[in-house]
């Protein structure tokens, strides 16, 4: 996927503020933040979106929130409280088509969603 933006970053050919990585996940703040913490948490391996997954991304899948967990901790919003969302397709807001967990924290959050 060359041409993916987030494959760049997981390649070290864009630079991202890195937070968090594994042999499997790393996680970087957002170039546009939505709250005084958002951070984006990715797969190294691309995928799509969340269509694209089968059985054997489970674990993977699980890991991204693992990683949100210790994130949000070492952020310091874990009691205060933090949202995790993963947009899928344009009707949801996807505009980067390379799986993204977004950790968003430090403000209050109004539910539902826009
Ligand atoms: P989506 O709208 O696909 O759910 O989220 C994509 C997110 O990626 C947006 O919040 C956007 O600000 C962020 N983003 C897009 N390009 C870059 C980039 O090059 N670097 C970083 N750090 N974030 C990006
Ligand atoms: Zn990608």
Redesign the pocket.
Known sequence: MSEC?FCK?AKGE?P?EMVYENDQVLA?????PQAPVHI?VIPRRHIATLNDLDEGDADLMGRLYLAAKRIAADEGIAESGYRTVI?CNAGA????FHV?L?LLGGRPMGWPPG
Request: hydrophobic share 45%; net charge neutral.
């Open positions: 933006i970053i864009i991202a970087f703040r957002d170039l546009n984006l947009n807001g996807q505009t980067v993204h977004h």
